[in-house]
Each structure stands twice: as structure tokens, then as C-alpha cells.
């Protein structure tokens, strides 16, 4: 079914791709999305299969992926812990071949970002990083086609600026993930976060340095009124975090209340700009519901929704190329000689 004649790609982290590749992307998202509105997603991945990992339960990842791989005319495997060899009865090498062999793909959510740089070594078929606790690139992808959408009239992709309020350090996913694709598309991007809990030296070098190639602009700041004064775009995400629990009364007392997405600070941004939020959210922690709720300058569930419609196309994308294409003669040959030997021989 594979053509392995096509470079196999992975998905890994946005910040290696190209700002050509990415647009691609975008690009491909939209053209899926138009059909999606008008039942017409074409069965590009007929007869595929993906295998879903996941070392930890989501909501929007699986529904979108299962979704999205099911449209498109596959069919996607839930793979929850416990119900796999991997992680206990099995070397991550031994299941990342065995899934390659049996498998279009293999979509992966594993909390140790190294697990998933070793799994795709193993592989040969595309693997799709779903997050690890370093990044999140589907989101990623997810939250600029979103802002995309619903771009300031007057502006191009190239004139945004994105604000991001809270959690920086080596916890803060989204904050990593959203640095990571402003690189890589050369955008403006503000981190704006205690001191203590922002950008690792390490992140910031590798920020800088992609930014410096495609020609985008960052900052940290922990002036968080000043980050947003001119922003189109404010992402917020969760302060506290499952196994830091002993952190929590310190964390609280970091954030709140300066660093919260509430309206007072949304109006303190120019009127056009807009709130997201990956999601789960702590309603009136991190983001108020007044904002989340709010029916102009949220675009929370939007944003949400397109998770379904990138994975479309990402599964697209990186599956497609690698499918083999059968031309209906040589289909009909097989079929016929299969069916023949049923026959006779039953």
C-alpha cells in the first residue's frame, strides 16, 4: 500500500520547517476546510490506517484526529495506555517497527519529548508529534491558521503581532510551541512572563537565531500592558501543571492577577485584537470566561474546531505522498484472480 519511494517526512517541531512548507500547509488546510463545508472531502487516504498513541487522554486530539483520518476514507486505532506492549513489555524500537509495518502513520502523544525523537528514528512511516511536554505543533499550526481567519482587515500574515501571557519556562508548551512557529514564519511574537518563569537560555538562543534567518521579531518582556498595547493576537495557557503540585501557591501568587486574560487587559489592546486559548482552560484563572465567552474578541472554539480541519490536513499531507496508486486495470486484476481462487477452492 506504501510507496517508499517518497521521502518519508515527521512531524516533529514546527521550527524545522521551512515558511515555504508551512503556508503549504495552511494553504491545503483551507482548501480541505472548503470542501468539509460542502461534503466533498475527497477519500485521499482510502484503505489507510493511523496508529494513535497516547500516554495521556485528550479531547480535542483524538476527536480531531479519529475524525479527520475517518473523512478522509482511513482509519484511525486508539492506542491508550495500558493497551499496547509499549512502555512495559516492549523496546520503543520493537513498537515503532511493528506499528510502520502494519500502519500509514503513527500519531503520537507522549509526555517526554526525547521519547518521540527516538520512536521516529525507528519508524518508516510519517510520525506526528500530538504533543509531548516540550511542544505542541498541531496546535501550533491549528492557532496561526486560525488567526488567519480572522485577520485585521488591513493586514498581512507577515504584519501580525502575537502576544503570549503567562508560563514561558521549560513548562510552559504553548508559550515554546507558539516561539517555534513565529520563527519559522518570521512573525512578530512577545512573550510576556515573571522572570522566573520564562524562556530557558537554551530556547531563547534557538528562538533568536531562527528568527534572525526569517527575519521575524521577539521579545520577552514582563511588562505585560506594554506587550499588549499593540497586539492583534493574545494566547493564553494554564499557570499550574499536573506533578507540580508543590509549586502551586507560588505559581498563583506569580500570575495572578497580572498576567490573566481578563477584559480589563484585552481592552487595554487595540479593539480589533482577539483572545485564544489551546484549551482545557481554568475558567477565571488563567483567562476569564467574560473573555472566553466574550462573542467578538474570543475565537477560543473556533480556534478549537480547527484542530479537526488541520489535522485533515496534516494527515493529507505527510499520508498522501506515500500511498501507492493503484489504476482501476490493476485493481480489477487482483480482484478478479482473488475472487477466482475464493471460488474454486471454497
Given at each position: 500500500m506504501r510507496n517508499n519511494n517518497v521521502p518519508l517526512?515527521?512531524?516533529i517541531d514546527n521550527i524545522d520547517f521551512s515558511k515555504e512548507e508551512l503556508l503549504d500547509i495552511l494553504e491545503l488546510t483551507k482548501m480541505l476546510k472548503e470542501a468539509y463545508f460542502q461534503g466533498a472531502v475527497p477519500q485521499l487516504l482510502k484503505g489507510s490506517s493511523l496508529a494513535m498513541i497516547f500516554e495521556e487522554p485528550s479531547t480535542r486530539t483524538r476527536v480531531s484526529f479519529e475524525n479527520a483520518m475517518t473523512e478522509l476514507g482511513g482509519h484511525a486505532l486508539y492506542l491508550a495506555p495500558g493497551q499496547i506492549h509499549f512502555g512495559s513489555h516492549?523496546?520503543?524500537?520493537d513498537t515503532a517497527k511493528i506499528l510502520s509495518s502494519m500502519c500509514?502513520?503513527?500519531m503520537f502523544r507522549t509526555k517526554e519529548h526525547e521519547t518521540i525523537l527516538n520512536f521516529a528514528k525507528h519508524a518508516y512511516v510519517p510520525v506526528l508529534n500530538a504533543m509531548t511536554y516540550y511542544n505542541h505543533p498541531?496546535?501550533?499550526?491549528?492557532?496561526?491558521f486560525t488567526m488567519i481567519e480572522h485577520m485585521p482587515e488591513g493586514k498581512k500574515l507577515e504584519d501580525l503581532h502575537i502576544v503570549f501571557t503567562g508560563d514561558s519556562s521549560d513548562t510552559g508548551i504553548m508559550a515554546m510551541e507558539t516561539a517555534?512557529?513565529?520563527a519559522a514564519l518570521g512573525l512578530r511574537y512577545t512573550i510576556a512572563s515573571p522572570k522566573q518563569y520564562s524562556l530557558m537560555a537554551s530556547e531563547l538562543e534557538l528562538v533568536n537565531n531562527k528568527m534572525k534567518e526569517t527575519g521575524g521579531i521577539f521579545r520577552i518582556t514582563e511588562d505585560i500592558d506594554d506587550a499588549v498595547k499593540d497586539a492583534d493576537f493574545i494566547i493564553p495557557d494554564v499557570w499550574t501543571y499536573y506533578g507540580y503540585e508543590d509549586e502551586e501557591e507560588d505559581r498563583m501568587a506569580a500570575f495572578s492577577p497580572k498576567y490573566q486574560l481578563n477584559m480589563s487587559l484585552l481592552e487595554k489592546a487595540p479593539d480589533h485584537c482577539k483572545a485564544l486559548h489551546c484549551l482545557p482552560a481554568n475558567r477565571d484563572v488563567e483567562i476569564t470566561s467574560e473573555v472566553m465567552d466574550h462573542p467578538e474578541r474570543s475565537i477560543v472554539f473556533q480556534e478549537a474546531e480547527n484542530r479537526l480541519h488541520?489535522?485533515?490536513a496534516l494527515?493529507?499531507?505527510y499520508l498522501y505522498p506515500r500511498q501507492k496508486k493503484a489504476s482501476t486495470a490493476l485493481k480489477q486484476y487482483h480482484e478478479g484472480r482473488i475472487v477466482d481462487f475464493l471460488e474454486k477452492n471454497q
Open positions: 517526512k515527521h512531524l516492549e523496546a520503543i524500537q500509514s502513520g503513527i498541531t496546535q501550533g499550526i491549528c492557532d496561526i517555534h512557529l513565529c488541520v489535522e485533515r494527515l493529507a499531507w
